[in-house]
Structures are given as C-alpha cells and as structure tokens.
C-alpha cells in the first residue's frame, strides 16, 4: 500500500503559489487542498475583516488534523512565515506521510508586494506591505528548515514574466540544482 502524501506548495505572498496550482489544477486534484485564502474568501461575507482569516486558519488546521490521522493524502497552500505548517510536516511524517515540497521564490520582496497590488485591482485578497516585508525572509529561511523533512522537493523561481523556472529538484535529501542559481536559493543549497 502506498503511504499518504503531505503536498505542501509554499512561498511569500504574491510568489505565484495558487497561480501554479489553478494553472496544474488537475495534479492536484488527486487529493483535498487546504488554502487558508479561498477558505476566507468563502466565509467574508459571514465572518468579515481579519477574523474570517484567523478561522480559515483554523478551519485549514482542524482538517489537516483530520487528514493526518485518517491517512489521507492532501496538500496545503502556505507562505511558510511561520512554525505551523513545519510542525504539521513533522506530524505527518511521524503518521507515516512522505513529504512533498513545492517552493516558489522570487528575486525581491518587490515583485511580491507589486503582485498582490495588482491582484487586488482584479478584486483579489491584499496582504499589508508591513506583512509581505516581514513575511519574505521568513518564508525563505523556513523552507530551508523543511528541506530534511521532505522527501520531494521542487523550488522554482517566478520572478520574470516568463514564469516558472525549476531551480532544484530532489528526492530524499539529495538535490540537483540548476545553474545560474537565483541569489535568494543560494542559501538553501
């Protein structure tokens, strides 16, 4: 029997993270996504301002709980700022989950910060400056703390307007990198 997979796509606000994953939405179908954004989105009108963010929060918590322990396969949307979604990923391992990381970076906090300005012209969610600046090292130095925790691991960088370009790949610790590496993957080597 195939062990269950903990799928966790992370990366600063405004990296591309739900852009990749409605663009490969079929890959990810296989098994639930827990997205703290869409689920806030889906209950502002009930919940409004930054309480319906701290229930999503929750609600993405409790049901990663659920899936942890039924062994069920999910992934979870994340910018990694924080210790949550790494104590998650140990729990998950030590339930028998392999670990897959998908990471997108960008070459500055500025492109981030500039794409969610634009998102929030189309009507999407805004992410204040304050936390985007605070968020950014965060998230890049918690990706290198999950890194041996992962038994898959993509890191892409999307900070052209060409897209996506596959910085590493690896399997199990080891890792095959891409040169010219982005200055803000370097530390992660």
Same mark, same amino acid.
């Given at each position: /029997?195939? *062990?269950?997979?903990?799928?966790?796509?992370?990366?600063?606000?405004?990296?591309?993270?739900?852009?990749?994953?409605?663009?490969?939405?079929? !890959?990810?179908?296989?098994?639930?996504?827990?997205?703290?954004?869409?689920?806030?989105?889906?209950?502002?009108?009930?919940?409004?301002? *930054?309480?319906?963010?701290?229930?999503?929060?929750?609600?993405?918590?409790?049901?990663? !709980?659920?899936?942890?322990?039924?062994?069920?396969?999910?992934?979870?949307?994340?910018?990694?700022?924080?210790?949550?979604?790494?104590?998650?990923?140990?729990?998950?391992? =030590?339930?028998?989950?392999?670990?897959?990381?998908?990471?997108?970076?960008?070459?500055?906090?500025?492109?981030?910060?500039?794409?969610?300005?634009?998102?929030?012209?189309?009507?999407?969610? =805004?992410?204040?400056?304050?936390?985007?600046?605070?968020?950014?090292?965060?998230?890049?130095?918690?990706?290198?703390?999950?890194?041996?925790?992962?038994?898959?691991?993509?890191?892409? =960088?999307?900070?052209?307007?060409?897209?996506?370009?596959?910085?590493?790949?690896?399997?199990?610790?080891? /890792?095959?990198?891409?040169?010219?590496?982005?200055?803000?993957?370097?530390?992660?080597?």
């Amino acid at each position: /029997m195939k *062990p269950p997979v903990l799928t966790i796509l992370a990366g600063s606000n405004g990296s591309g993270k739900s852009t990749l994953t409605s663009s490969v939405r079929e !890959e990810f179908q296989q098994a639930p996504i827990l997205d703290p954004d869409a689920i806030a989105k889906s209950i502002r009108d009930t919940l409004p301002g *930054p309480d319906s963010d701290i229930e999503a929060g929750k609600r993405v918590l409790r049901r990663a !709980e659920e899936l942890i322990a039924s062994s069920q396969s999910f992934t979870v949307e994340t910018t990694l700022s924080g210790s949550t979604y790494l104590r998650m990923a140990a729990r998950a391992k =030590d339930a028998g989950f392999l670990i897959a990381v998908i990471f997108v970076g960008t070459n500055s906090v500025e492109i981030n910060i500039e794409r969610v300005k634009a998102r929030v012209q189309k009507g999407g969610h =805004d992410v204040p400056e304050d936390d985007q600046r605070r968020r950014y090292p965060r998230t890049l130095a918690n990706m290198k703390k999950l890194l041996p925790l992962a038994d898959l691991v993509v890191i892409l =960088d999307n900070s052209s307007q060409q897209g996506y370009s596959l910085v590493a790949a690896g399997h199990r610790g080891f /890792m095959s990198w891409n040169e010219p590496i982005p200055e803000w993957a370097r530390h992660l080597r």
